[in-house]
């Protein structure tokens, strides 16, 4: 199966900072069929981009996501109060589907 | 808009099997679409289960497939999990969440239940 890992395992970030996430593959994602999530305390996640750079409906532009291969990365420009959360990455080119640890990114 | 709630007992006892229904509400189930079940321990990560497309057509992480069934009905609109043997690890919140083809992310999720195992 695909591990995901990514890094760092915490961001400590002003709003207005930005925010850059990283995810690597334990091998090639197919297609770039790489997912990101946002998840709040207490509510499931919540699709941000897929196909490692296009955004979901509704999602602002401040998220971006870019990457190929093995080598992902999410980026939020400028960090709104509402974007404090958990990101988790994911592949779904390769089954079993499989999901990154998770990347905290927390106020400074 | 599609919708999806979770139901199904709080608490299980080790050795026994967990059951949950999601409901699918502002779609049909029977659309070209794979509904999946995905899993998270308290204060840790995410956990892909297995999804079943509305033919019956299932895929399961080959971590848990031994214990897992996923079953459809599409006279009620909804999908259910079936985890069987049971053990503390199992304690988690589960969500039920839809993707609009076989390889497309979790766009719409269910807003989770969490399921204890526990004698």
């Known amino acids: 199966e695909v591990v995901l890992t990514q890094s760092p395992g915490t961001l400590s970030l002003s709003p207005g900072e930005r925010a850059t996430l990283s995810c690597r593959a334990s091998?090639?994602?197919?297609?770039?069929?790489l997912a990101w999530y946002q998840q709040k305390p207490g509510q499931a996640p919540r699709l941000l981009i897929y196909g490692a750079s296009s955004r979901a409906t509704g999602i602002p532009d401040r998220f971006s996501g870019s990457g190929s291969g093995t080598d992902f990365t999410l980026t939020i420009s400028r960090l709104e109060p509402e974007d404090f959360a958990v990101y988790y990455c994911q592949q779904y080119g390769s089954s079993p589907w499989t999901f990154g640890q998770g990347t905290k990114v927390e106020i400074k | 808009q599609v919708q999806l709630q979770e139901s199904g007992p709080g608490l299980v006892k080790p050795s026994g099997t967990l059951s949950l229904t999601c409901a699918v509400s502002?779609?049909?189930?029977?659309?070209?679409?794979?509904w999946s079940w995905v899993r998270q321990p308290p204060g840790k990560g995410l956990e892909w289960i297995g999804e079943?497309?509305?033919?019956?057509?299932?895929n399961y992480n080959p971590s848990l497939k031994s214990r897992v069934t996923i079953s459809v009905d599409k006279s009620k609109n909804q999908f259910s999990l079936k985890l069987s043997s049971v053990t503390a690890a199992d304690t988690a919140v589960y969500y039920c969440?839809?993707?609009?083809?076989?390889?497309?992310?979790?766009?719409?999720w269910g807003q989770g239940t969490l399921v204890t195992v526990s004698s």
């Open positions: 969440a839809r993707k609009g083809g076989y390889a497309t992310p979790l766009d719409y």
């Open positions: 502002g779609g049909s189930i029977s659309s070209s679409n794979w």
């Open positions: 079943i497309y509305h033919g019956g057509t299932t």
């Open positions: 091998q090639s994602v197919s297609s770039s069929y």
